[in-house]
Nanobody, 117 residues
Framework: QVQLVESGGGLVQAGASLRLSCEAS????????MRWYRQAPGKGREFVAH????????SYAGSVEGRFIISRDNAKNTVYLQMNRLKPEDTAIYYC??????????WGQGTQVTVSS
């Protein structure tokens, strides 16, 4: 069982940066691949970024590639999402997600990011 708690959201102006954090419970954090998703008002949840258990493999949605960076610190049981050059269309609730072997069952409660123009 893994529990995830996101933090770091807020209200910023376009062009600013934010760093989201997601802290996981449990002793086997490094065995989980971690992902960030987001859900904008009136839209479905969409994939943002992925990082493998050892941090060696990352991938991004096309809409954030080159602006967002996913990273993790396994000693701190934490995954991060550094968001740069934020745009109003990045406004959403951001969720942390954990899984392994193709099953991604664990979700955090979400953190709100609002980008004003």
């Amino acid at each position: 069982q893994v529990q995830l708690v996101e933090s770091g959201g807020g209200l910023v102006q376009a062009g600013a940066s934010l760093r989201l954090s997601c802290e996981a419970s449990g002793r086997t954090f490094s065995s989980y691949n971690m992902r960030w998703y987001r859900q904008a008002p009136g839209k479905g949840r969409e994939f943002v970024a992925h990082i493998s258990g050892n941090g060696g493999v990352t991938s991004y949605a096309g809409s954030v590639e080159g602006r967002f960076i996913i990273s993790r610190d396994n000693a701190k049981n934490t995954v991060y999402l550094q968001m740069n050059r934020l745009k109003p269309e990045d406004t959403a609730i951001y969720y942390c997600n954990a899984g392994s072997r193709g099953i991604y069952d664990y979700w955090g409660q979400g953190t709100q990011v609002t980008v004003s123009s």
